[in-house]
């Protein structure tokens, strides 16, 4: 597997972000898929959520994210999902921190959000070694349950209506 490291400005990432539910979450002007099939729903508790906005916000080094080069050019995430929405929703004023939304903030705030850069590797590589690394990222923050493991290898139509209905 090829991995390079890239740092990609929060403005990029938040480019285009579209929350489509079962249809897909977007970023990056339409170029990355945030949540894959292979990927679980947003879990972060509003604590673990704020204190990634926070984090940006201080100017500390958040957690390296991995996306994965797509046959059609484009990106998914294969770690950083979590991360990556909690961003997308505060820029897009999903939610306040202390009482502040997005738009509540100072000009010089804002930019310095939009200006933060994240630290991303981009792989590439075969399917197999995809699933492979997926499971290897996943073993520390989050862990995944043996059905969400399951869920990374069998990906379908079928997972986003079995997502739905249980």
Known sequence: MKIELHRI??????????????NGVRGFGGRLNIRPAFQREFIYRDRQRDEVIRTVRRGFP????????????GFEMLDGQQRTLSICQYVNNEFSIDHHKFENLTKEEREAILNYELTIYI??????????????????????????????????????????HF
């Open 9 to 22: 400005p929060v403005r990029e990432v938040v480019a285009g972000y579209v929350d489509s539910a079962e």
């Open 62 to 73: 958040l957690n390296v994210m991995y996306w994965v080069r797509n046959a059609e050019g």
């Open 123 to 164: 792989c590439e590589g075969e399917e197999r070694e995809k699933l492979k690394w997926f499971e290897v990222v996943n073993t520390a923050g989050e862990q995944l349950n043996a059905q969400e493991r399951r869920n990374a290898q069998y990906t379908g139509t079928w997972l986003y209506d079995a997502k739905k």
